[in-house]
């Protein structure tokens, strides 16, 4: 079991206190915001059900990478990756810097439609906390979402510029010092954490195929490409604009798209919407495109 955050009670304490409303913890790579995030979880699940948004596409740990998603607990999980997602969205890439817009909307869709009021939410945020981009992915969250509170997790005041859209629109700010337990991730163990949460994903998938002529290929993103080609990521989307599985192209014919899918059902699906990845189904690695 993980140790608690040294500041695990001061966070509770004010997590509780809030008024309603979303709860982001917010702070570089490599702070600890995921397992402060289950560990407010778990706390609070063991007294009522409470939401957690995994909104970092990149090291997602609820929905697969390239994705957010939420879950809502009913008690305390004894697994956390083995967790299936209530809801999740494609972004189509593994950082939210492609588009600060898209991956500002998905967050504040996810972290409040459906979810009554009575209900506490937790964001576990993406690590882009500095530069132009990160100011402007920020605001956006700040104006769209309005969180009770934000848990910032920092070394001094480098979170400063993009803790400032959040207190103007009236959120409560709490900084902790990171845990000093975490361990530095690199480059290549967080590529490889993302393989095998891809591998995890698509374990036991099948092959469906999807009448070209009911659906739709969309974009994710604008720099996303719209075109179907092999290995390209897509997430299959029913009329509602919900987003059902995630899926790898393996086919394109005039007729029938062949698509490699957990999602044994297609019959809803209106629509392709391809990421900026493609990948290797059975070894869960990012491919050159």
Same mark, same amino acid.
């Given at each position: 079991?993980?140790?608690?955050?040294?500041?695990? &009670?001061?966070?509770?304490?004010?997590?509780?206190?809030a008024?309603?409303?979303?709860? %982001?913890?917010? @702070?570089? $790579?490599?702070?600890?915001?995921t397992?402060?995030?289950?560990?407010? +979880?778990?706390?609070?699940? +063991?007294?009522?059900?409470?939401?957690?948004?995994?909104?970092?596409?990149?090291?997602?740990? #609820?929905? =697969?990478?390239?994705?957010?998603?939420?879950?809502?607990?009913?008690?305390?999980?004894?697994?956390?990756l083995?967790?299936? =997602?209530?809801?999740?969205?494609?972004?189509?890439?593994?950082?939210?810097?492609? !588009?600060?817009?898209?991956?500002? *909307?998905?967050?504040?869709?996810?972290?409040?439609?459906? #979810?009554?009021?009575?209900?506490?939410?937790?964001?576990?945020t993406?690590?882009?906390?500095?530069?132009?981009?990160?100011?402007?992915?920020?605001?956006?969250v700040?104006?769209?979402?309005?969180?009770? %509170?934000? $848990?910032?997790?920092?070394?001094?005041r *480098?979170?400063?510029? $993009? %803790?400032?859209?959040?207190?103007?629109?009236?959120? !409560?700010?709490?900084?902790?010092?990171?845990?000093?337990?975490?361990?530095?991730?690199?480059?290549?163990?967080?590529?490889?954490?993302?393989?095998?949460? !891809?591998?995890?994903?698509?374990?036991?998938?099948?092959?469906?195929?999807v &009448? +070209?002529?009911?659906?739709?290929?969309?974009?994710?993103?604008?720099?996303?490409?719209?075109?179907?080609? %092999?290995?390209?990521?897509?997430?299959?989307?029913?009329a509602a @604009? !919900?987003?059902?599985?995630?899926?790898?192209?393996?086919?394109?014919?005039?007729?029938?798209?062949g698509?490699?899918?957990p999602?044994?059902r297609?019959?809803?699906?209106?629509?392709?919407?391809?990421?900026? #990845?493609?990948?290797?189904?059975?070894?869960?690695?990012?491919?050159?495109?």
């Amino acid at each position: 079991m993980t140790a608690p955050h040294p500041d695990l &009670d001061r966070v509770l304490s004010a997590v509780r206190a809030a008024r309603q409303g979303a709860v %982001l913890v917010l @702070g570089a $790579v490599d702070t600890g915001k995921t397992a402060l995030v289950r560990q407010v +979880a778990s706390a609070l699940a +063991a007294r009522g059900p409470v939401w957690v948004v995994s909104a970092d596409p990149g090291q997602a740990w #609820i929905g =697969p990478p390239t994705t957010l998603a939420r879950v809502r607990l009913r008690r305390p999980p004894r697994r956390w990756l083995r967790l299936k =997602p209530e809801r999740l969205a494609m972004f189509g890439s593994t950082s939210p810097a492609p !588009c600060p817009a898209l991956a500002a *909307e998905l967050l504040a869709r996810l972290a409040s439609e459906g #979810i009554p009021a009575r209900e506490r939410v937790l964001v576990d945020t993406p690590g882009l906390v500095s530069g132009a981009l990160a100011v402007d992915l920020w605001r956006r969250v700040a104006k769209g979402l309005r969180p009770s %509170l934000v $848990v910032a997790i920092r070394r001094g005041r *480098e979170l400063g510029p $993009v %803790l400032r859209p959040f207190r103007a629109v009236g959120s !409560c700010v709490l900084s902790v010092a990171p845990d000093p337990r975490v361990c530095v991730r690199n480059r290549t163990v967080r590529t490889a954490y993302r393989a095998a949460a !891809c591998r995890r994903y698509f374990r036991g998938a099948a092959r469906v195929s999807v &009448d +070209a002529a009911r659906v739709r290929v969309v974009a994710a993103m604008p720099r996303a490409p719209a075109a179907l080609d %092999l290995d390209r990521l897509v997430a299959l989307r029913d009329a509602a @604009g !919900c987003d059902l599985a995630l899926g790898v192209v393996r086919s394109v014919g005039p007729r029938r798209i062949g698509v490699v899918t957990p999602l044994r059902r297609v019959a809803a699906v209106t629509a392709l919407v391809t990421g900026a #990845i493609r990948l290797d189904v059975r070894t869960g690695e990012e491919m050159m495109p």
